[in-house]
């Protein structure tokens, strides 16, 4: 077992060895966010990227409607174009329940140490790896020098997963921020996948995404839409 585990891990992190350099710059996008489902409601979703006095970055999506809660942090450095996460915070509140997760890396030992609902785990990571969110500042690096199949290595869960996308077109994209000519980026989950997952990426905007759309198995979608750049 620990063979096929070493394996996967090297399969894995091969897939972003070889890493498109990222730059990165502060923002913050206010987007609209709507849920349509047996109940429809609408709110609002920040994301915000920015420096922290330690020459660190820091990534932030916090989403909110109705009586739903959800935010998503990522700490990490750039070294030489490349990211190196290192530290990951999901929390997200619905009525009375919530959910935790909690990645620490440490590059200097090679582990990753995850605590979701207090339930630790530890695994082996190297540089290309990624966090549920830190992948999401590459992907933009990739489109911008054309890439069109999107693979990469996320500790997810307490295991390695490999995330695929594909670039699959061109559309205009109206949002309350103004019309954008777009990338549209699909995730690639395998031919036996019913949810799809749609995302577009503005290059005027430095390949910010400016429209999110999924639609779950059960029929349930869920959208954003930007609203404002700041």
């Known amino acids: 077992m620990r063979g096929i585990c070493i394996a996967l891990l090297l399969c894995c992190t091969s897939l972003t060895a070889q890493a498109t350099p990222v730059t990165l710059e502060?923002?913050?996008?206010?987007?609209?966010?709507?849920?349509?489902?047996?109940?429809?409601?609408?709110?609002?979703?920040?994301?915000?990227?920015?420096?922290?006095?330690?020459?660190?970055?820091e990534l932030s999506v916090q989403a909110s409607?109705?009586?739903?809660?959800?935010?998503?942090?990522?700490?990490?450095?750039l070294q030489q174009g490349q990211l190196l996460p290192l530290h990951y915070d999901y929390h997200r509140r619905i009525l009375t329940r919530t959910r935790k997760a909690q990645l620490s890396?440490?590059?200097?030992?090679?582990?990753?140490?995850?605590?979701?609902?207090?339930?630790?785990?530890r695994m082996a990571i190297e540089p290309g790896v990624h966090d549920k969110l830190s992948y999401q500042l590459q992907m933009p690096a990739d489109i911008a020098a054309g890439l069109d199949r999107l693979e990469y290595a996320v500790a997810d869960g307490g295991?390695?997963?490999?995330?695929?996308?594909?670039?699959?077109?061109?559309?205009?994209?109206?949002?309350?921020a103004g019309t954008f000519r777009a990338i549209r980026v699909e995730r690639d989950r395998g031919e036996d996948s019913d949810r799809e997952t749609l995302i577009w990426f503005a290059p005027e905007l430095d390949y910010l995404?400016?429209?999110l759309e999924q639609v779950e198995p059960n029929g349930n979608r869920y959208a954003l839409l930007l609203k404002r750049l700041e």
């Open 105 to 121: 890396f440490d590059w200097a030992t090679g582990y990753v140490t995850t605590d979701i609902d207090d339930k630790p785990w």
């Open 209 to 211: 995404v400016v429209r």
């Open 26 to 57: 502060p923002y913050t996008a206010v987007y609209s966010n709507r849920v349509d489902a047996a109940i429809s409601f609408s709110g609002e979703a920040v994301r915000t990227l920015q420096q922290l006095d330690d020459d660190t970055w």
């Open 159 to 176: 295991h390695m997963q490999v995330y695929r996308f594909k670039v699959t077109g061109e559309d205009e994209v109206e949002t309350p």
């Open 65 to 77: 409607a109705m009586m739903a809660n959800i935010r998503e942090t990522t700490r990490l450095k």
